[in-house]
C-alpha cells in the first residue's frame, strides 16, 4: 500500500488565486511528521512546510498553509495568491517514528506538477 | 555557508561501468540519505546511514553500494549490476532536529 498518495499528477491556477495540492497518508504510527517539499526544474528540493502529529494547530509559512485532518490522514498544501514563480513540482512526504534507531527516512509521493498561468 | 555538496552535476556512465556520485557536507549531521528520482515518479530511498562506518539498505538498494567512512561524507557508487541506472539522485542529511532535512542539489545520470 502507498504511504503516500498524490491523487493529482497536475495542476492548473490562475496568478493571485489560491490553490490546494492534495495529500493522504497511511501509517500505524503515532508519532510522524509531514512535509512539503517544491521541486522546480533544476531539480533542487526546497523545504516549504512541516507538520508533526502532535502538533495541535495546522502549519503557516508565509503564503503557505497545510490543512491538517488527522482523522482522515489528509496534509493538504493551501498555496494563496499564486505566484508565477510558484511553478513547480511540489511532493507530500512522511518521516515515520523519530526514534534515532529507525532512521528518520523520508517516504515521498509522487508529486504534482503545478502550472500557474496569467 | 553550511550545506551538502553533490558532484558531478551530470553523469554519463557506459554499460558495464561502475561510477560513484559524491555527497559531501560540512553541517555535522549524523544521517545521510541517496534518493533515486525517476521522471513521474517521487523519490525513492536507496541507502542511509546514520553514524560513521554503518549503513542500511533502503527500497531499491539493489546495484548500489555505499561507504560511510567520514561524517561528512557519503559516496554511492552506481554498479554494473544496476540494470536501469539512468535517472536523477539526491542526497540528503538530517540534523539535530526531526524536520531539518538538508538536500544536495542532484547528480543527474545517463547511461550511454
Known amino acids: 500500500a502507498q504511504k503516500i498518495t498524490q491523487t493529482q499528477p497536475g495542476m492548473f491556477v490562475q496568478e493571485k488565486e489560491a490553490v490546494t495540492l492534495d495529500c493522504t497518508y497511511d501509517?500505524?504510527?503515532?508519532?510522524?511528521?509531514l512535509f512539503w517539499y517544491k521541486q522546480p526544474s533544476s531539480g533542487e528540493m526546497i523545504f516549504l512546510i512541516y507538520?508533526?502529529?502532535?502538533?495541535?494547530q495546522n502549519a503557516t509559512e508565509g503564503r503557505y498553509s497545510l490543512n491538517f485532518q488527522k482523522a482522515r490522514k489528509s496534509a493538504n498544501l493551501v498555496i494563496s495568491a499564486s505566484q508565477l514563480g510558484d511553478s513547480a513540482m511540489y511532493f507530500c512526504?512522511?518521516?515515520?517514528?523519530?526514534?534515532?534507531?529507525?532512521?528518520?527516512?523520508?517516504?515521498f509521493g509522487t508529486g504534482t506538477q503545478l502550472k500557474v498561468e496569467l | 555557508d553550511g550545506g551538502i555538496t553533490q558532484s558531478p552535476k551530470y553523469l554519463f556512465r557506459k554499460e558495464g561501468q561502475n561510477v560513484t556520485l559524491s555527497c559531501e557536507q560540512n553541517?555535522?549531521?549524523?544521517?545521510m540519505y541517496w534518493y533515486r528520482q525517476d521522471p513521474g515518479q517521487g523519490l525513492r530511498l536507496i541507502y542511509y546511514?546514520?553514524?560513521?562506518?554503518?549503513?542500511q539498505k533502503g527500497d531499491i538498494a539493489e546495484g548500489y553500494s555505499v561507504s560511510r567512512e567520514k561524517k561528512e561524507s557519503f559516496p554511492l557508487t552506481v554498479t554494473s549490476a544496476q540494470k536501469n541506472p539512468t535517472a536523477f539522485y539526491l542526497c540528503?542529511?538530517?540534523?539535530?532536529?526531526?524536520?531539518?532535512?538538508?538536500f544536495g542539489s542532484g547528480t543527474r545520470l545517463t547511461v550511454v
Open positions: 512526504a512522511m518521516r515515520e517514528g523519530g526514534s534515532p534507531g529507525g532512521g528518520n527516512k523520508l517516504t
Open positions: 546511514s546514520q553514524i560513521v562506518n554503518d549503513f
Open positions: 553541517l555535522n549531521h549524523d544521517a
Open positions: 501509517t500505524s504510527d503515532p508519532s510522524y511528521g
Open positions: 507538520q508533526g502529529s502532535y502538533d495541535q
Open positions: 540528503a542529511s538530517l540534523g539535530g532536529r526531526l524536520h531539518g532535512y538538508t
